[in-house]
């Protein structure tokens, strides 16, 4: 399974993106998906998970109650709504998908997809 993430952009403090991960070659009904990001000069760190079956979606402490994960019912797109942004935000947003919610949670065996910039500035 490819991924793709796009969406990204520039946009100042306070506002909002949406990003998708498309798949292709095949769906993520059958694994974890994950986003993650990486900031300049600094390493990826994880974002947030969700699963096929709907499961409840686990958050990074930096990013809860400001970022919503979701899916489509088909298992082929899952977003990353991000309101309240900030510049502290600001780094390249990758979605991946693991085995396992734990393995996302570890970035441990992840399949990774092609990231998106976002920008914030203040």
């Known amino acids: 399974v490819q991924l793709q993430a796009s969406g990204g952009g520039l946009v100042r403090a306070g506002g909002s993106l949406r990003l998708s991960c498309a798949t292709s070659?095949?769906?993520?009904?059958?694994?974890?998906l994950g986003w993650f990001r990486q900031a300049p000069g600094k390493g990826r760190e994880y974002v947030a998970t969700i699963t096929w079956s709907g499961g409840v979606p686990y958050y990074a402490d930096s990013v809860r109650g400001r970022f919503t994960v979701s899916r489509d019912k088909s298992g082929n797109t899952a977003y990353l709504q991000m309101n309240s942004l900030n510049p502290e935000d600001t780094a390249i947003y990758y979605c991946?998908?693991?085995?396992?919610?734990?393995?996302?949670?570890?970035?441990?065996?992840?399949?990774w997809g092609q990231g998106t910039q976002v920008t914030v500035s203040s």
């Open positions: 070659g095949g769906t993520f009904r059958d694994y974890a």
């Open positions: 991946g998908s693991a085995s396992s919610t734990e393995r996302i949670r570890t970035m441990t065996a992840i399949n």
